[in-house]
Each structure stands twice: as C-alpha cells, then as structure tokens.
C-alpha cells in the first residue's frame, strides 16, 4: 500500500493541504479540528458546504464551485469524504489521512454521537436548522444506518484509491484506531513546537 504511514515522522511541510476521510461516525470532525489548530489551518467541513436548510442539499455543479473556492486558499485541512467530489478536493491536496477504524468502533461512535445531538437538538450546521432527533435516526435516513451500509464499500474504495497510479502524487496515511491517530497528533505537535 503506498506511502502507508511512517508514524515516527509526520513531515510537516506535507501538512498544508489535507483530506481526512473515512466512514461515518469514526471522529474525523474531530480530528480534523484538532489537527487544524495544531498546524494554525482553516478548518473546512465538507458537510457544511454540501448541506442547506431543512436539509436541502447541494446541487453538484454549484457544490463543485462553493467547495473549489474553500480550497482555493492555499492550506486547509478539508473533513469529509464525498466521492463524486475526489477531482475537486484532491487537485491540490498533499494528505489524505484515511480514519480506518473497525466496524464495531465506528458503530459504537455513531449510536453515541447521533443520540447525544438528538438529546441535546443542537443545530449541526449555522443557520441551516439542520439537526439530528430521534425520528431521523431510527428512519431511513439515519446516519447509524448509512454507516453500517456504507463502511465495507468505503474499506474497499479507499484501499483502491490508495493503490492506484493517478493518485502517486497524493501521501496517504491510514489510521486504524484512536491509539495511532493520538501517536500522529503527538509527533505533529512535537515536530510543530505546539503547546
């Protein structure tokens, strides 16, 4: 697998323009947060750019245009997955930092995240009215379902893209639970000097 990661050193001048992918569920907000504010980047939420309110969403030439003038800043650490938009998100990108987590893990996570936003209502996305309840999520529609449908597919797609030859240009780290994603942050803040 190319470029799997090499843990003991981040390579910080790659960190400048970064994807962080991965299933539903599995803490790439989070991460993706954390990493930002350790490497002083804008934070860029894939989701937030896609979805309007009353969870209208997008139509893709103009979700094309709206995520291609986010990226047009020269770093960011861009969250979010969205296939269709691979052309746009990776034309520049440097990382991609893949959240492989396990089945049971990202499960665990998105039964505790989508409860936790029912409970508390609160809007996921600014002025958009967008939030989880408990209707949604024990309908079609629930983000617990669409990451139990989506996570083999994902497993499989993104061990692909990491082998094939258009993306050479690309380093891909792969994460496979919270213990390394921790031992990445770690080195990233050792080798920035952050406090």
Not at 136 to 161: C, D, E, G, P
């Amino acid at each position: 697998m190319a470029n799997k990661i090499e843990v003991e050193k981040a390579s910080v001048n790659l960190l400048q323009r970064i994807n962080v992918i991965g299933t539903s569920g599995c803490g790439k907000s989070t991460f993706s947060k954390q990493l930002a504010g350790i490497l002083k980047l804008p934070y860029l939420e894939i989701d937030k750019i896609f979805w309007g309110p009353g969870w209208s969403f997008t139509e893709d030439e103009l979700f094309f245009k709206k995520l291609e003038i986010e990226l047009g800043q020269p770093c960011w650490v861009l969250d979010g997955n969205y296939t269709r938009t691979t052309p746009v998100k990776w034309k520049n990108v440097q990382t991609v930092i893949w959240l492989d987590y396990s089945l049971s893990r990202v499960m665990m996570r998105i039964m505790k995240r989508t409860f936790s936003r029912a409970i508390s209502g609160k809007e996921l996305w600014e002025g958009t009215g967008n939030r989880e309840t408990f209707r949604k999520m024990f309908s079609k529609h629930s983000m617990i379902l669409w990451s139990w449908n989506t996570y083999h597919n994902n497993r499989v797609k993104y061990t692909a893209v990491m082998n094939n030859p258009e993306y050479a240009h690309i380093r891909f780290i792969k994460l496979s639970n919270p213990t390394g994603a921790n031992k990445f942050i770690s080195i990233v803040k050792k080798e920035t000097g952050f406090k």
